[in-house]
């Protein structure tokens, strides 16, 4: 009888926490919709695609996943993931070996920075402003373009 009762307060506990899953998976989206944040859906390929981690042993899932294309985007849903108690976890590049991008742990909204990738070389100081999300090659090519300028880096195939 014990046990019975052990596992239906187990169950029930289960069923809570499922329940307050998606309770703050709909008030993230619904902030982010009427924020106009571009998202990828949960349970959609380009969620999926989004959350793959670099590292296949550390597999988080965030709450939601924002893709912005603008400043203003970032902030709403920075603004969104604070004012409903959510960790906002920016993704760059996504090659942390411990999937900080992703949150490091489950339950983080995910703020994927891709669209953020121009580089800009100021030739007269020789700095840099990369964004967020460019890639390797792209920098490389790019500052190669704007002023035959390398930096050091192995090989990043892909």
């Given at each position: 009888?014990?046990?019975?009762c052990?596992?239906?307060?187990?169950?029930?506990?289960?069923?809570?926490?499922?329940?307050?899953?998606?309770?703050?998976?709909?008030?993230?989206?619904?902030?982010?919709?009427?924020?106009?944040?571009?998202?990828?859906?949960?349970?959609?390929?380009?969620?999926t695609?989004?959350?793959?981690?670099?590292n296949?042993?550390?597999?988080?899932?965030?709450?939601?996943?924002?893709?912005?294309?603008?400043?203003?985007?970032?902030?709403?849903?920075?603004v969104?993931?604070?004012?409903?108690?959510?960790?906002?976890?920016?993704?760059?590049?996504g090659?942390?070996?411990?999937s900080?991008?992703?949150?490091?742990?489950?339950?983080?909204?995910?703020?994927?920075?891709?669209?953020?990738?121009?580089?800009?070389?100021?030739?007269?100081?020789?700095?840099?402003?990369?964004?967020?999300?460019?890639?390797?090659?792209?920098?490389?090519?790019?500052?190669?373009?704007?002023?035959q300028?390398?930096?050091?880096?192995?090989?990043?195939?892909?």
């Amino acid at each position: 009888m014990r046990t019975h009762c052990l596992l239906g307060l187990l169950l029930i506990v289960a069923a809570q926490a499922t329940h307050e899953r998606k309770v703050v998976r709909l008030d993230i989206i619904n902030c982010l919709n009427s924020a106009s944040v571009p998202q990828a859906l949960p349970n959609s390929t380009a969620f999926t695609q989004s959350i793959a981690p670099f590292n296949l042993r550390l597999q988080f899932t965030p709450v939601a996943v924002a893709i912005p294309t603008t400043v203003a985007q970032v902030q709403a849903a920075v603004v969104c993931g604070a004012s409903l108690g959510i960790t906002v976890s920016p993704k760059s590049g996504g090659h942390s070996y411990a999937s900080h991008g992703l949150g490091g742990e489950d339950g983080h909204l995910m703020v994927d920075m891709k669209y953020f990738n121009t580089v800009s070389l100021d030739n007269s100081t020789g700095i840099a402003t990369i964004g967020p999300g460019a890639r390797l090659g792209n920098v490389a090519q790019a500052l190669y373009t704007q002023g035959q300028a390398a930096l050091s880096h192995g090989t990043c195939p892909g």
